[in-house]
């Protein structure tokens, strides 16, 4: 029996799954900057690629913490492992907000066990000076 585990895991600003089950994945990110804190995105997906033991089904929580601060709900999900093992999840995020700048940690979780992490850091926008345009007389 192959150990559960995600073989990729990132966010992005859009990713869907074809007819045939082929995953699209556009705009991969790990780095967000905010205008002021708190700030955060208004839209975005977080994508995993798990493998595991062929057909077969699995619980899964994934988590969004910061230090010991919880940013993200726990989403508790059933997932089930194609023939080949492999799987894919997608969860769409609308309005995440992040109290400060750092890195928040978004981890998978299958019986308690972290099978797979990745992390984003947010940080504030450089503010960009104004740009003053001398005309000609």
Same mark, same amino acid.
């Given at each position: ?6 073989? /990729? ?16 994945? @556009? ?9 002021? /804190?708190?700030?955060?995105? *208004?839209?975005?997906?977080? @994508? ?14 994934? $988590? %969004?913490?910061?230090?010991? $601060? !919880?940013? /993200?709900?726990?989403?508790? #999900? *059933?997932? $089930?492992?194609?023939?080949? %093992? ?5 969860? !769409?995020?609308?309005? @995440?907000?992040?109290?400060?700048? %750092?890195?928040?940690? /978004? ?5 308690? $066990?972290?099978?797979?992490?990745? @992390? #984003? ?17």
């Amino acid at each position: 029996m192959k150990d559960l585990h995600v073989q /990729f895991m990132t966010f992005c600003d859009y990713a869907m799954t074809s007819q045939e089950g082929k995953l699209s994945i @556009v705009g991969i990110f790990d780095e967000v900057r905010v205008q002021q /804190f708190p700030g955060g995105i *208004a839209s975005a997906a977080l @994508v995993a690629m798990i493998n595991g033991k062929p057909d077969t089904s699995y619980k899964l929580t994934i $988590k %969004g913490d910061k230090g010991a $601060k !919880n940013i /993200f709900q726990p989403v508790e #999900l *059933a997932i $089930k492992t194609g023939m080949s %093992g492999a799987s894919h999840i997608t969860i !769409n995020l609308n309005n @995440v907000g992040f109290p400060e700048a %750092g890195e928040y940690h /978004f981890t998978v979780q299958h019986e308690d $066990k972290e099978i797979g992490k990745t @992390v #984003l850091k947010v940080m504030q926008a450089k503010q960009q000076n104004e740009l003053k345009y001398k005309l000609p007389n």
